[in-house]
Structure formats: C-alpha cells, structure tokens
C-alpha cells in the first residue's frame, strides 16, 4: 500500500498538538510540516520526530515553508509535495487568546460570543483554499479554525474545506462518560448522535446547559434508543462536575485528538463513526461517518439533515452570528456587534466575503490596544 501523505498547515499551539500526537501513530504515512515562520517550524517539527523516536517511532516527517499571503507560493509549495490531505491548523489569533484579558472585561467581552472574530478565523483559510483551487489538485482540506462559522461562508463561493474539527467532538467524550455512569455502562457501550453548534460546545462544559441555544441528542446503547431512560439536564450538568476537565488553552489536547482522529480515518479511509463541524460547508456540528472524501452526515432516521441544518443555523445566532448571505456576506447580531464596539471600539454589523482582510486587520488592533492597556 502506498504510503498516505499528509500536510499539516501551521505550528502553532494546536498545530504542535496534532503532530505530536500524529507522529507517535504507527502507520505508513508522510508528513510534511509547514508554517510562515521557517525557524520555529524547523524547531517544532524537529522535537516532535526526536520525541517519537524515544518511545520506538521513526515517521517520515520533513519543513517546508509556506506563507499563505502569498497564494502563486502557495500553490506551487502543495503542487510540489502533492499531498492526500491537507490540515490546517492557521488563524490570525488563536480563539483562547482574549481568555488572557483580565478576568472582568474577558467576561463582558465574551458574551459577544465567538462570531464577531470570524475574520481573525476566516482570513487565511479563505486564502488557503484558493491556493488549492489554483494547484488544480482534488486535495480534501480539514480545518480546525472556527469551521462552524468559516465553512458556511466559504461553501457560498465554492471553497468550503472538506470538513472540521473540535468543537461539538469535544463535548462527546463527557456526555458518553456521563451516560455509561447513569447507566451503569462502560463509556466504550455508548453511542451518542449530538447536532450542536460552536456556542453549545463551548458553553456546555462550563455551565452545565446549552444557554438557550437549541441542540439534539440521541444515545444508543446495544442498538436500542435509551434517550428517554435519561434526563438529559441532569447529563448536560455532569460536564461541568463530575466530568469536569481543563479548558481553554490547557484542553487543547482534546481538540488535537478529534483532529488526528479526523485525519487519521480520511488518511487510511476507515469509515470510523465521529462527530465533526462543518462537514461539506454545513454550519455547526454532526455525527458523520469520515472515509477518504471526508464526513457524510449520519443521522437516526426519523431526524432529517434539514432539521439538523436547522437547529444550527438558530444556534449559530447564540453565537452572535445572524446569518450568511448567498454571496458569502456574514450578517452579525445586534448584541454581539453592542458589546464588541463597547469593549474594542470595533463596529461591525455586515461584512462581505471580500473584506474580511481588512477587517481581520482593524480587529487584530483594536484587540492589541485593549490587551496593551492591561500588561
């Protein structure tokens, strides 16, 4: 069998993560690192191999690097390497960053939810993806940069990446944990089928509910529906609780293990059962069954994707984002647009998809003058 080729796409926190874990997997498989910054790059490819060594492994890993501001490099850089998957791990700022402001104004701040940041997620997955067109090469993309808000907006244009990760994976091991206890059950006996948005996984662990945002749950064990044998507030106040874990930055292990379980079912096409974001340019997050060409979508059968598609386009509302226009324009709400100008003096209500730079640009400051008033 020919060996699996893999690009990974940035080396930061979550990137560094994935490889970690990525190169300690047996398996035949290729793995080219890249990122803007050549040392550092270098640097953490490099400490991933030696580790993995110490403990037997010897994967085939090489640098190169790729600076996504300049698209023709770009394509020329994945024509070069050609690989069978490219994940992408690149933002302008990684999400846990305004977690680092004072406890108060990060508070006030986050109610804005994570919406209104979409073009500090957006900006160079979108220049991403047209690197990939350009190359004129079939290669499935996995994005771990808020794919919730960024695939829908990328799917109006024909760039969706293939699909996500984190997000509504990362509740899943709780709420498995917590319905094998109820149960009485190893977590390994429970299936779950969880339709949630970003706002719903990120609010769940820390508080118990949903927030008032809309979600469905079904969990199966031996192939029969035990749903109503449960109640499922009971289940959602478990996370915070008895199944409470880290958070922000200190969880990013577990948003690393969806990833490699992502790219490790595309890779060697298992057809493994997962949960993942913005599957084939959906908005928020589904159980779907992941092979070589991606996440298909895999619901009960009384439970349609368009009621799915649904519940998260209301819960992405929760999220401060309103809606997306055919031609990829985000419509933010009301109170997240309130609360950003009133924390960051930043006021946006519409953005379209061809100014996502420069607002990228105008928020990056805005945050940077806020954080500077706190050091």
């Known amino acids: 069998m020919a060996k699996s080729s893999i690009m990974m796409i940035g080396m930061g926190d979550l990137g560094g993560h994935v490889l970690e874990l990525l190169v300690r997997v047996p398996g035949s498989r290729r793995i080219v690192t890249a990122d803007v910054n050549e040392d550092w790059g270098y640097r953490k490819t490099n400490i991933a191999v030696f580790g993995a060594s110490q403990l037997g492994h010897y994967p085939e890993v090489e640098f190169t690097k790729i600076d996504l501001n300049n698209l ?37 701040l986050d109610e804005a939810r ?8 957006l900006t160079l997955v979108y220049k991403l993806m047209q690197a990939v067109k350009e190359t004129g090469l079939d290669i499935p993309v996995i994005n771990a940069a808020f794919p919730d808000g960024v695939h829908p907006v990328l799917d109006r244009v024909g760039l969706a990446p293939t699909i996500g990760i984190g997000n509504v994976a990362n509740t899943i091991p709780a709420i498995r944990s917590s319905i094998a206890y109820r149960l009485g059950r190893s977590m390994r006996d429970v299936t779950v089928f969880f339709v949630a948005q970003h706002y719903v996984s990120h609010y769940l662990p820390r508080f118990g509910t949903t927030g008032g945002a809309p979600c469905y749950l079904r ?7 035990v749903t109503k044998d449960l109640d499922m507030k009971q289940v959602f106040q478990d996370l915070p609780t008895r199944f409470r874990r880290t958070g922000g930055r200190d969880g990013q292990i577990l948003t690393a293990s969806s990833a490699v379980g992502i790219i490790l079912a595309m890779a060697d096409d298992t057809g493994d059962f997962m949960h993942a974001p913005g599957p084939s ?45 055919g031609d990829g324009t985000t419509y933010f709400t009301d109170q997240a647009v309130a609360i950003m100008k009133e924390v960051l003096g930043y ?29």
Not at 282 to 302: I, S, T
Not at 368 to 374: P, S
């Open 281 to 325: 340019g959906l908005p928020g997050g589904y159980p779907v069954r992941v092979n070589g060409e991606g996440g298909e979508v895999v619901l009960p059968a009384d439970f349609s994707l368009e009621a799915a598609v649904g519940i998260n386009e209301e819960a992405q509302r929760y999220d401060g984002i309103d809606r997306v226009d």
């Open 347 to 375: 006021d946006c209500k519409v953005m379209r998809l061809e100014e996502t730079e420069e607002r990228a640009k105008e928020l990056g400051a805005k945050f940077q003058e806020l954080a500077e008033r706190y050091r």
């Open 114 to 121: 994570f919406g209104p940041w979409l073009p500090l997620q």
């Open 72 to 108: 023709d490099e770009t394509a020329d850089r994945i024509g070069k390497f050609k690989p069978d998957i490219i994940f992408s791990a690149v933002t302008l700022q990684s999400w846990w960053v305004i977690s680092t402001l004072p406890k108060d104004v990060f508070e006030r």
């Open 219 to 225: 969990a199966v064990v031996d192939d029969r529906d």
